[in-house]
């Protein structure tokens, strides 16, 4: 009976051609996401939209994310990942050719235009989202999860911290090409469109899940490691077929409150993150008179905050589970919140605001990478992976739904202060679901660093040709 270690050419057993792949998704679906945040208000001003509009086109975005995230979470199960995820991207690109076109319509449909548009480019990012956590789930042994989750979402921190450096430059072109004016507000546009071209050759090219534990790069430093274990022939008939894997669970098997605990601090990280973002530049303009330029200065430094948190989170996770690197992200954030929550005419500049917004800023994509990492564990290698998942997202899109509402109906110190409840609320659930998610955290690991600690003892007994080695097992 010959076992193959999972992740033969990489430890987490993710394929270099898919690493590659997801990252460069992230990375520019992240960047084109935060070039836009920024430039969507005086777009939509610039074409007569109101205030109020102004939310439910921010919100537009987070209700297409999460019909996408529910809908291919689904279809996950029934159709080539490959397909599904070509196609969410090809709807992305479609959508973002509508927002660049929108400037140029009519009157009567621009507004319009760029609402609809909006909503198409959410559905197919929140769908690529959910097939890409997806299949991280179920390629990655639990062991090693949260650390590809954080690799990934440091990607996607890096997109947030490109898009807005891109973003300065574009926002002080003044073009017209064939008729069609190209400024601030609609070369973001134009810049999203090209990441979504380059986006579907990065997938067409390297993400095809068929070719997975099939072959290992050129140049891995790990080779494939088989193990022949010599078992009485008795045993033999019995488990010849068998192979370790992550355990599966059976939908019944899933915790649910410990997933509805996930859930609800995804749903406040998102919240107020969705607060935040939606508040920044036209506070930044209102109280200390900063361009939209400005604005983009303040993204790029959250997302150097964020990326930062993101690289401490592969150092923390071999020193801290995950559930004490969520109560530390939460505690992070109401500390952000509750220096942000004074009232803003008495502050006599922006440092506070600036403070605040980093810690908000850091704390956001840790609680994310790691809400999502447990509820992957929870669930398990299980069909219900990608539909959890989905769920997941669709949750952090219902968020980003309500934020902006909430968000330009009060005052900010107000705003603030809500948001610094809600954390604490949060927090509050989390250390009372604090024995269930260990024990459910254990469960995961265990079995994958047995596995790995099998290996590392196979690997200190003498190889045979082929660097195969033969291991007798007494019964």
């Given at each position: ?15 270099w ?25 005086p777009f ?50 479609a ?20 609402l ?118 008795e ?10 894997k ?23 990280h ?9 508040i920044c ?15 983009f ?11 930062l ?23 992070v954030a ?20 600036v ?7 850091m ?13 992957s ?87 045979g ?11």
């Amino acid at each position: 009976m010959t076992f193959v270690s999972e992740g033969a050419f990489a430890r987490d057993g993710l394929d270099w051609r898919v690493r590659w792949a997801f990252a460069c998704n992230i990375l520019l679906a992240c960047a084109s996401f935060a070039i836009v945040m920024p430039s969507i208000a005086p777009f939509l001003f610039s074409m007569g939209g109101t205030s109020s509009f102004l939310a439910w086109v921010i919100s537009s975005y987070s209700i297409g994310e999460a019909v996408g995230a529910v809908a291919f979470g689904y279809a996950f199960a029934r159709v080539p990942a490959r397909s599904l995820l070509l196609f969410c991207i090809a709807l992305a690109c479609a959508g973002s050719a509508l927002y660049a076109a929108a400037g140029a319509l009519p009157p009567v449909v621009n507004v319009t235009s760029l609402l609809v548009a909006r909503c198409v480019q959410g559905i197919g990012s929140g769908g690529q989202q959910a097939i890409e956590q997806a299949y991280v789930g179920e390629a990655v042994p639990s062991a090693y999860r949260t650390q590809v989750t954080g690799m990934l979402s440091s990607w996607a921190t890096l997109g947030f911290l490109v898009g807005p450096v891109v973003g300065v430059p574009l926002s002080l072109l003044d073009l017209r090409v064939a008729g069609w004016h190209i400024d601030g507000n609609t070369s973001p546009a134009v810049f999203i469109c090209l990441c979504f071209l380059v986006m579907l050759g990065a997938t067409w090219a390297l993400f095809d899940p068929e070719r997975r534990g099939r072959d290992a790069p050129p140049d891995s430093a790990t080779a494939p490691l088989s193990i022949d274990v010599t078992v009485p022939e008795e045993e033999e008939e019995e488990g010849a077929d068998e192979t370790w894997k992550t355990p599966e669970r059976a939908p019944d098997d899933v915790n649910q409150h410990a997933v509805l605990a996930c859930l609800l601090v995804f749903f406040v990280h998102f919240a107020g993150f969705a607060v935040i973002e939606t508040i920044c530049t036209p506070l930044i303009a209102a109280e200390f008179q900063w361009t939209t330029t400005m604005s983009f200065y303040l993204f790029t430094v959250s997302g150097a905050a964020s990326l930062l948190s993101l690289v401490m989170l592969g150092q923390l996770t071999l020193r801290y589970n995950d559930i004490t690197l969520l109560l530390f992200s939460l505690l992070v954030a109401l500390l952000g919140y509750g220096v942000m929550a004074p009232d803003l005419h008495r502050w006599r500049g922006p440092e506070r605001y600036v403070v605040g917004f980093t810690m908000v800023s850091m704390a956001f994509p840790l609680g994310r990478a790691l809400s999502l990492s447990l509820v992957s564990k929870l669930v398990g290698r299980s069909l219900d992976q990608a539909r959890y998942l989905g769920v997941a997202f669709a949750v952090g899109a219902i968020a980003r739904i309500v934020g902006p509402f909430v968000a330009v109906h009060a005052h900010p110190p107000v705003l603030f202060a809500l948001a610094a409840l809600m954390f604490a609320a949060a927090t509050v659930v989390l250390v009372a679901a604090w024995r269930t998610l260990h024990a459910e955290d254990d469960f995961e690991r265990i079995l994958p660093l047995q596995a790995e600690t099998v290996v590392k003892l196979a690997r200190r007994v003498s190889f045979g040709r082929q660097g195969s080695v033969t291991v007798v097992v007494p019964m």
